[in-house]
């Protein structure tokens, strides 16, 4: 007697109404337990929907574009072991392909090779559901593509050319242009999502400084094509001389912060590799080179970071610089700063705990540094291993503008005056 059984959709996370997107299986097909029948995409995944049951598909009930819900049936399937009878397909499903060898999963004379435009309705590109998630997070329109696979099916290869070619020559990835008129990106829209449905939410919006910063970073970093070069400095003697002169100077309220130092031999960086402070403009064809110093740091605020500027750091001395750095730091904390204490950065500081990290450039700027906190180490001297102070550096530049080596180069330079300051003051 023969067994058919019914298999039907599974709890989809509470999610009703997702549309297939792609059969998985034929009339006739044998499938195994957990081999999927079918592709769902909501607007969240791709998911596909797998047999509870061994056996032959023996009759489909959903096609490309039909919504489904938990219970409902997907198939029905004669449980292995029975008396199999090969079927003939129902007028409009796959036909037999005479001239190729059956398959060796399938009942019958079903077809070796697949037509796509008797599978799939034109409006829906022939890919599987991880090619689908890849051309989902990469913003390629499937509708552009001609897949190269067996039977037109649209490949993870496919996509990667495609996205490939696309950004090598400023041409769109899903149809529309990637830029508006004023360069600013178009993304994807954003997510929405209820996450009350999974607990307890509360939301606070944010403040008006976060809300600047956010659009300016999410602008730099989506423009800017940031490369991050890393390396450490020996700041043993600095420290010595920074704790050595504030130990003196007590008590005429003068201190010496490593931000002082930072931004002192930063600037006699600069001087040598000028092309570190400069800006391209929105185009992408002029850049304009600078003959001032002006270099901004990251000061944190209850309302969120912001950078002030030092201005022309490169004819200021450490004193100077540093009763500068207190006293627009103190300003930012009160929000007291002004535009023109933000205006004019060449060149911006960031200064985080941790080992490393990847500071976003502050357009127009070309460059921004970033201080991670400083260890002890044991560095070999030739002879021994000595206990020195180190400070990693992480900076962050326009690849547009400024090559691997001459990243390299900089920040070698900027670890050589670090450990040395005498060099900067000359």
Known sequence: MVDIQEVRVPDLGGYGGVPVIEMLVALGDEVAIDQGLVALESDKATLEVPSSIAGVIRELKVEVGDALSPGDVIALVEVAGEMIEAIEPPPGSLRPNPSAAPSANVVGQLPARFDTDEILPDTLPHASPAARLLARRLGANLALL?????????????????????????QALGGAALVAAGGEPKPLPWPEVDFSKFGEVEKQPLGRIQTISAANLAR??????????????????????????????ERAGVTLTLLAFLVKASAAALKQYPRFKSSLDAAGETLTLKQYCHIGFAADTPDGLVVPVIRDADSKGLIAIAQEVAALTQKARNGELGPADMEGGCFSISSLGG??????????????LGVSQSS???????????????????????????????????????AELLGDIRRALL
């Open 146 to 170: 001609r897949g190269t696979a067996r039977g037109g099916r649209i490949s993870r290869d496919d996509i990667q050319q495609h996205v490939d070619s696309a950004l090598s020559g400023g």
């Open 220 to 249: 730099n970093w989506a423009m800017i094509p940031h490369v991050t070069q890393h390396h450490q400095s020996d700041i043993t003697d600095l420290e010595a001389l920074r704790v050595q002169f504030n130990k003196e100077t």
């Open 355 to 368: 080992t490393v990290f990847t500071p976003i450039i502050n357009a127009p700027e070309a460059a921004i």
């Open 376 to 414: 002890m180490q044991p560095i070999w001297d030739g002879q021994a291993f000595q206990p020195r102070l180190m400070l990693p550096l992480s900076l962050s530049y326009d690849h547009r503008i400024i090559d691997g080596a001459a990243a390299a180069r900089f920040t070698a330079t900027l």
